[in-house]
């Protein structure tokens, strides 16, 4: 599919202003709340008990955002730009300089408001992402290799994952693959024979998925190309009246990452996308990559005095960035900006390893599907903080088992530390376990998300959003895969039995009892391994 820019030759200093600033001004109901905003602020949602406030502009958290505020009375509010939102003393008010604010109502639930927004803002257009990130487990080589990604080590871990009983799903082979940020091919030194890797993975059942970003590196040659080409974003302090598009390398903007400074590519420019189309087709073509994880492109990277080919805030820019990716069925983005009911695979941010963060899974799937990002991934199993996991000591073996647990009934689960290396066996089986459940799972997860191509419903419900108006808005850390399967992760360390809020019906648990809701019941969750780690 290919993406349609419209051509504008136009300039925009990123922040500037350009309308007057509007206002809508709520009163809250008794016992309404909201969901929306950021998808990093699932712990606090649903919002109107207490103080809460955010600026969208140039911000999106490091993970997904939107315009839109849903309650459970039904109640809506959305903007095509960004706004700044406070809950206080039982009011909430919108503020947005640069678009209008449009609020409304349908009906008196959370779902008749989600699904009005979703069909009028962002209709799902009956596609999704490629099926595999669903139906088998994906596996980053983040943690294991960090920045010495390499074919040996890589083919070793790939191994491994068969060897130790995991089934074969996605793999993802991650920075510093390539030759720089902007040169993408496979770095010779480390690659010997690229063809030869990517025929070994799909023989051990693998698809592939290499790492990008809209960096470019400076002084580099593929820099000084795309400067002459004018397709770097441009510096506006450099910019001396009307810019030439071309020879701009004094010119172009420089932004600190956590990789250092490097250029930006313009996706606001179609030849910038017919560039980067051109530089990852061939990665497809020559080498048989499946599709790519698409890092960065947050909104406060373009937060600076800065200049586009088409007049842009810093959140287009992320936008454009995850448009980009409808080119590639096989896709992941952890930033996106009005992005929902697109085909994309949405991860939550970078989690450490600790037990407060686990707890931040479930808040956070249900915050993206009630945002409209209903494709989602939890991030890396055990944490995706690579410094974690420097020191075997500090590895808290029963917290990554149940960070794979948890993950088993999500839409999708990815690995990355190797549990085989870092667990006892006890607890690698019980890891090896959750995998296979998350397959065996594949056919109701596919059915989900086929549904959600074609109406935009989340996968991962809120149960307030299955059974409204029952006082189920405050349960943050379980969740319904559908309208049929609750799920309860366990996120307590030692804990052997979890509460559990069964809905009304008839709910068989996985030991073979049965609880009629609506009821509360302390329910056992055993832990069958050996501690390990941790403490």
């Keep these: 599919m290919k993406v349609l820019i419209i051509l504008v030759l136009a300039l925009l200093a990123a922040?500037?202003?350009?309308?007057?600033?509007?206002?809508?001004?709520?009163?809250?109901?008794?016992?309404?709340v909201w969901w929306g905003g950021m998808s990093v602020d699932g712990r606090a949602m649903p919002y109107g008990a207490a103080p809460f406030g955010r600026n969208l502009f140039g911000d999106n958290g490091g993970n997904q955002a939107q315009p839109l505020l849903i309650s459970n009375h039904g109640r809506f509010v959305w903007s095509e730009q960004p706004f700044r939102f406070e809950f206080r003393d039982g009011v909430l008010t919108v503020t947005s300089s640069r678009g209008e604010i449009v609020t409304g109502q349908e009906g008196k639930s959370l779902k008749e408001a989600f699904q009005r927004v979703s069909r009028v803002y962002f209709p799902s257009d009956g596609k999704m992402p490629d099926e595999t990130l669903f139906t088998a487990p994906q596996y980053n080589t983040w943690i294991e290799l960090m920045y010495d990604q390499n074919e040996?080590?890589?083919?070793?871990?790939?191994?491994?994952?068969?060897?130790?009983?995991?089934?074969?799903?996605?793999?993802?082979?991650?920075?510093?693959?390539?030759?720089?940020?902007?040169?993408?091919?496979?770095?010779?030194?480390?690659?010997?024979?690229?063809?030869?890797?990517?025929?070994?993975?799909?023989?051990?059942?693998?698809?592939?998925?290499?790492?990008?970003?809209?960096?470019?590196?400076?002084?580099?040659?593929?820099?000084?190309?795309?400067?002459?080409?004018?397709?770097?974003?441009?510096?506006?302090?450099?910019?001396?009246?009307?810019?030439?598009?071309?020879?701009?390398?004094?010119?172009?903007?420089?932004?600190?990452?956590?990789?250092?400074?490097?250029?930006?590519?313009?996706?606001?420019?179609?030849?910038?996308?017919?560039?980067?189309?051109?530089?990852?087709?061939?990665?497809?073509?020559?080498?048989?990559?499946?599709?790519?994880?698409?890092?960065?492109?947050?909104?406060?990277?373009?937060?600076?005095?800065?200049?586009?080919?088409?007049?842009?805030?810093?959140?287009?820019?992320?936008?454009?960035?995850?448009?980009?990716?409808?080119?590639?069925?096989?896709?992941e983005y952890r930033a996106s900006w009005k992005m929902a009911g697109r085909p994309l695979a949405q991860r939550l941010r970078d989690k450490r390893h600790n037990w407060e963060d686990l707890r931040e899974l479930a808040p956070g799937i249900l915050a993206q599907g009630l945002m409209g990002y209903a494709f989602t991934c939890p991030d890396l199993i055990g944490g995706g903080e690579y410094s974690s996991f420097l020191d075997l000591k500090q590895i808290d073996q029963e917290l990554i088992v149940r960070y794979a647990q948890a993950s088993a009934l999500m839409p999708m689960m990815q690995f990355s530390v190797a549990p085989w290396r870092v667990l006892s066996a006890q607890n690698a089986e019980l890891c090896r376990r959750a995998a296979v459940l998350h397959a065996r799972m594949a056919p109701e997860i596919l059915e989900l998300a086929r549904h959600a191509a074609k109406t935009g419903e989340p996968i991962v419900r809120h149960l307030e959003y299955v059974f409204p108006g029952r006082g189920y808005e405050g349960v943050r850390d379980q969740f319904l895969l559908g309208d049929d399967i609750l799920v309860v992760p366990v996120v307590t360390r030692g804990a052997r039995s979890i509460k559990v809020v069964f809905p009304p019906g008839r709910w068989k648990a996985d030991d073979g009892s049965t609880v009629e809701g609506p009821a509360e019941r302390d329910v056992p969750a055993p832990w069958n391994g050996c501690r390990g780690g941790g403490g």
């Design 15 to 32: 922040g500037a202003s350009s309308a007057a600033e509007s206002r809508q001004i709520l009163t809250l109901e008794p016992g309404e």
């Design 152 to 331: 040996r080590d890589i083919r070793r871990y790939a191994e491994s994952v068969a060897a130790n009983g995991f089934p074969p799903g996605v793999l993802m082979i991650d920075d510093n693959w390539q030759n720089d940020y902007g040169d993408w091919e496979f770095a010779a030194e480390r690659f010997r024979d690229p063809k030869d890797v990517m025929a070994h993975l799909h023989k051990l059942g693998f698809k592939v998925m290499l790492w990008v970003c809209p960096f470019v590196s400076a002084d580099s040659a593929n820099f000084r190309e795309l400067a002459r080409l004018g397709l770097l974003v441009l510096d506006a302090n450099r910019v001396k009246g009307k810019p030439s598009w071309r020879h701009t390398q004094e010119q172009a903007a420089i932004v600190r990452w956590w990789n250092g400074a490097s250029a930006l590519l313009d996706l606001s420019n179609p030849e910038a996308n017919r560039w980067f189309q051109k530089q990852l087709d061939r990665l497809v073509n020559d080498y048989g990559v499946g599709g790519f994880k698409f890092d960065a492109g947050d909104a406060d990277f373009y937060t600076g005095d800065i200049v586009s080919f088409r007049p842009s805030l810093p959140n287009d820019h992320t936008m454009y960035f995850a448009a980009f990716g409808l080119n590639y069925p096989l896709n």
